[in-house]
């Protein structure tokens, strides 16, 4: 299992299960899909993915239809997809991800965060060199052979296959997010979730009140409702060093 899985396995899904704004953050995301691509899931693949990750995390079915009708209502505000990138304390880079009606006031609540760790907000673009981007699906394993799906997705844009538990991890390049949901929809695989990932290039080995220092920053950021994930390059402690 190759670094992606050692950060993903130590970050987001640990993030996404414990933010108490699943669910608002998820609405958001339906309707900057339908804003894009319009309401139907037939044909707009990325609100298709976020209802799949809605259900994913145990989003109620009329959660997701209220989300589904106000995303369309002519009130609803406008929100824009916004990331910030910057350092930390210890040198530590971070990505924020943000969905907002009011970048004003985003950027404020942002660069407070960062700052008043220690750290301080850079340009757009500044920490792409650090971060590969990356799509990731979570499929039901079933009798599905890990090793054999990897060679049966690689001429559509798969990189990593692995098995964890009960699922099969797929990552992909950003770029091949549509080829790859449509392999797998065309072939009958069920698609628990998928989405889009930042991951770092190199971890970052920090001491334990260090890594506490980053921990608060990464918590504050993340109380904040604009914010949508928060990325960095620092190893947690119990992270293997990956292969």
Request: proline share 3%; net charge negative.
């Amino acid at each position: 299992m190759g670094r992606a899985f050692e950060f993903r396995k130590g970050r987001k899904l640990k993030r996404w299960g414990q933010m108490s704004k699943t669910f608002s953050r998820i609405g958001k995301d339906i309707v900057v899909a339908i804003r894009a691509g319009g309401p139907n899931p037939e044909s707009n693949g990325k609100l298709r993915a976020i209802i799949q990750n809605a259900k994913a995390v145990n989003m109620p079915k009329e959660n997701i239809e209220r989300a589904l009708k106000k995303a369309v209502a002519k009130d609803t505000a406008d929100y824009k997809e916004i990331v910030y990138e910057g350092y930390g304390p210890h040198g530590i880079a971070v990505v924020v991800e943000c969905t907002t009606d009011n970048p004003v006031r985003t950027v404020a609540g942002v660069r407070s965060a960062i700052t008043r760790a220690g750290g301080s907000l850079g340009t757009s673009g500044m920490l792409d060199f650090m971060f590969d981007r990356k799509c990731v699906f979570h499929i039901t394993a079933g009798s599905t052979d890990a090793e054999e799906l990897e060679l049966e997705m690689i001429d559509v844009g798969a990189d990593e296959v692995f098995a964890e538990e009960d699922q099969i991890v797929i990552y992909g390049g950003f770029t091949e997010f549509g080829h790859i949901q449509q392999y797998l929809e065309s072939n009958n695989y069920q698609v628990i979730s998928s989405g889009f990932e930042r991951i770092p290039t190199e971890l970052k080995d920090l001491t334990p009140d260090q890594e506490k220092d980053i921990e608060k920053m990464i918590e504050k950021l993340e109380d904040d409702d604009d914010v949508q994930m928060v990325y960095h390059n620092m190893r947690e402690s119990g992270e293997g060093e990956g292969e």
